[in-house]
């Protein structure tokens, strides 16, 4: 199976600045297709999970472009260009390119500092 | 808009049953694959199964084959997940999650809480 390791687990940060959340993979994700099926998930508290954003970089309809997504291969990028308090949340990156089983990362909780 | 509504959850006892069941409504149901993810309390995501529009392909995640069945009722627009033989590990919010035509868990459900417990 492929594992996908988060990092950080927890990211306190301060309301207006940056944040980056990193997820590794145990296998390249890129399918005989040619594209690569990673996206990210976003679980604000009581709530359901998110799509934020699908293969690598595709943002969601409705989802801010602060939020950006990056990488190839084995290692990916999500990125905030300026945290607001409605992001505070769990961030869950998904490999669905090594199928079954899909598998998500460990998730990386977003706190304001 | 799409909408997914589970029901069915509740506390059960281990070794027993229950039946988990998915509402769909806001898109063309018979069209599209739907999976089962779970959460269990304070923890991440862990996928569970996935069918395809047809009904006719399924998958299972190793932690429920053999115990769990997905199945589909297109004509009522409606997901299952039918949940045999429960073990305290299998504790959780059941969520139902659409999938798109080439990409997963593009629309989520709110979830139901699932409790095996004596």
């Known amino acids: 199976d492929v594992v996908l390791t988060q990092s950080p687990l927890s990211l306190p940060v301060t309301l207006g600045q940056p944040a980056s959340i990193s997820c590794r993979s145990s296998?390249?994700?890129?399918?005989?297709?040619?594209?690569?099926?990673l996206s990210w998930f976003q679980q604000r508290p009581g709530e359901s999970p998110r799509r934020l954003i699908n293969?690598?970089?595709d943002r969601e309809s409705g989802v801010p472009d602060r939020f950006s997504g990056s990488g190839s291969g084995t290692d990916f990028t999500l990125k905030i260009s300026r945290v607001e308090a409605e992001d505070v949340g769990v961030y869950y990156c998904?490999?669905?390119?090594?199928?079954?089983?899909?598998?998500f990362g460990q998730g990386t909780k977003l706190e304001i500092k | 808009q799409v909408q997914l509504v589970e029901s069915g959850g509740g506390v059960v006892q281990p070794g027993r049953s229950l039946r988990l069941s998915c509402v769909a409504s806001?898109?063309?149901?018979?069209?599209?694959?739907m999976h089962w993810v779970r959460q269990a309390p304070g923890k991440g995501l862990e996928w569970v199964a996935l069918?395809?529009?047809?009904?006719?392909?399924?998958w299972y995640a190793d932690s429920v084959k053999g115990r769990f069945t997905i199945s589909r009722d297109n004509s009522k627009n409606t997901l299952y997940l039918q949940m045999n033989s429960l073990r305290a590990e299998d504790t959780a919010v059941y969520y139902c999650?659409?999938?798109?035509?080439?990409?997963?868990?593009?629309?989520w459900g709110q979830g139901t809480l699932v409790t095996v417990s004596s």
């Open positions: 069918i395809l529009n047809d009904g006719n392909n399924k």
């Open positions: 998904m490999q669905g390119t090594h199928w079954p089983p899909y598998t």
């Open positions: 999650a659409k999938r798109d035509l080439t990409t997963e868990f593009d629309f």
């Open positions: 293969k690598v970089s």
């Open positions: 806001g898109f063309s149901f018979s069209t599209y694959g």
């Open positions: 296998h390249s994700l890129v399918y005989s297709d040619g594209d690569t099926y």
